[in-house]
């Protein structure tokens, strides 16, 4: 079909004014239409305004000309420089074992933590560029009863037609009086909030916008008072001009009286969050599929469709040419959770390419790695001493002595001593033995300074005193780590057997925050020349996997799809696959702080497939 898509080059002039970048988290970004509501709930406070804070922040009725358009560098976007990193929760400063990588599986892979950064960076880098455009101006009633949670309501049914807006209030208006009239021409349509009465301004402003042909659009039932007095005859005019949208059915009530600046045909295009920015030479559009569990394969209909076009990859940095099909529109398929950007326009001419998209084909199992298993853990396991476990009782110098108990079922080669600053106790006792720590080598966290010391020749199979003297009363994290399982029902230090499929968690390794290694083999047959073979992971938990085949690293994989393309190492016959699976620190960090929380799972929880994809 031939869609109708708007130029829209005079829409957004709101948002020429203040943008901010965008803090994520381990959910999808929040498109831009809900950012406008965070602008407006900061003059009108919300339990909501914490929800939307995470969105991308766009101007609150600017009055300054429109200002040139940023350029989005696409060299920028690939490396981006510090001004747009930002934290992630699973990518913090407790996670430094991201930071070993070279001492763990050198020279094999990068440091992690900077992949995290690097894909957080360009989500900012996003927000930050260009301006964004809104082509829909929302008028919320303040009057009227419980009028936010019915403006966000709005909003969110806007968002998912894919319409981007911007928020006034009628004190806003009111004191812009006949400038507003000329401002809303900027806008495909002015959107009136569901209200039971409306402020005599607003209604006189709405009727000489509506006199000069623009387009109001009232959410569900028209007002039944001016300023909470019946006033039929101005009610009536109003009515006769504006009609009205029941049930949210704004996608086909806003199609054909306003256009869209881009339109998305697709089974579920619902589910697919989106964002629109306004850059030099072209537009920039972020498109997000939020389903957790259904790839959504999409038709992209923007006006005047260039030749090509650039689909950006926020994981990776990569660019591919993205070619129109023969109906104009761009086929694109998002994987669950998964985020393209594509940038059209002028400015897409000038990019540097790393290949050319086409959407993934039918797909086929040739084999699934359900073999026998063998691992090996790369990074010290750990205990943490839960500090509910600790006795106390006066010590004879003043302070407080407090002791754990902790089981030995199988005494291991290597055990040290992990105290978080150990110059606070006056004593640190291992069986009544006094130790030292000093050496200053645990993983764990930099923000905690750390101090162990080596304890396995002091250690016996059963119970094991773990004391230290606190002339101020004072306790921190203690931890043991090394060469061993944990038995968590009791816990204790136990001996460690041969890791299987499945959750490691439960494997003996609760509070382990590190790096494991499992390996296999499989048969294959001779590759086929010109299709792609994929080692796909249908169920499992990490923060970071890297995988190798006959010895051939890929690039680690931080992101949905969980794959990767191994067709440049396989060879008819038998194939050795390596897997290596790094968590979080969650799992350790609730062990640290005596949370006492269910281990966070992590591990293969089903065997891995390949696939084979023309």
Known sequence: MTAKVSHGEHRGRRGEGMTSPCLLSAVPPIISCLSSVACYLLLTPCPLLLLLASGCATAFGSTAPPLPRPAFDQREFRTPDERYREWTPDASGANVWWERDETVLKPYRPQ?????????????????????????????????????????GLAHLLMRAHRNVELFDEQHIAKRGSRFVSDMAGYGAVVVSWTDTIHISTVALLARFAQKGGVILFDRAYPQTVEGIENPAMLKTLINAAPLVPNGEWRQALASRAPPLFM?????????????????????????????????????????????????????????????AEDGSYRITLVPRQTWIVCYGKLAKN???????????????????????????????????????????????????????????????????????????????????????????????????????????????????????????????????????????????????????GDLAGQGYPFYSGTFMLETAVDLPRPTRGIRYLLTFPTFDTAVLHASVNGVLFDPVIAKPWETDISAALRPGRNSVRIWLTNSANNEMNGLLGNNKTPIPFGLFQPPVIVEQN
Request: aromatic share 8%; proline share 7%; glycine share 6%.
């Open 112 to 152: 992690h933590l900077d992949l995290f950064e690097n894909r957080t960076a360009r989500y900012n880098y996003f927000r930050a560029a260009g301006k964004p455009v809104a082509d829909i101006c929302v008028i919320s009633c303040t009057s009227a009863s419980n009028h936010q949670a019915r403006v966000l």
């Open 351 to 501: 990019f540097a390419f790393d290949g050319f998209y086409s959407p993934p084909g039918p797909r086929k199992e040739i084999a699934k790695l359900d073999d026998e298993w063998h691992g090996e853990r790369i990074d010290p396991n750990v205990l943490p001493l839960d500090p509910k476990r600790f006795t106390r009782t006066p010590d004879d110098n003043g302070g407080l002595r407090f002791r754990c108990a902790v089981t030995v079922e199988d005494v291991p080669a290597v055990c040290e001593l992990a105290v978080e600053e150990p110059e606070r106790y006056a004593a640190i006792l291992v069986n009544g033995i006094p130790v030292t720590c000093s050496t200053n080598e645990y993983p764990t966290c930099r923000l905690w300074t750390f101090r162990t010391a080596d304890i396995s020749p002091l250690l016996t199979a059963g119970e094991n005193a773990i004391e230290v003297v606190s002339l101020k009363g004072e306790l921190g994290s203690i931890c043991l780590w090394g060469d061993f399982a944990v038995n968590a029902s009791r816990p204790s230090v136990a001996k460690e057997s041969a890791f299987a499929l």
């Open 264 to 324: 998305l045909e697709g089974e579920d295009t619902e589910r697919v969050e989106t964002a629109l920015r306004a850059v030099q030479g072209g537009y920039a559009l972020e498109l997000t599929n939020t389903r957790w569990d259904k790839a959504q394969t999409l038709a992209l209909h923007v006006a005047d469709t260039p030749a090509r076009a650039a689909l950006l990859d926020p994981v990776s940095g990569k660019t591919l040419v993205l070619r129109p």
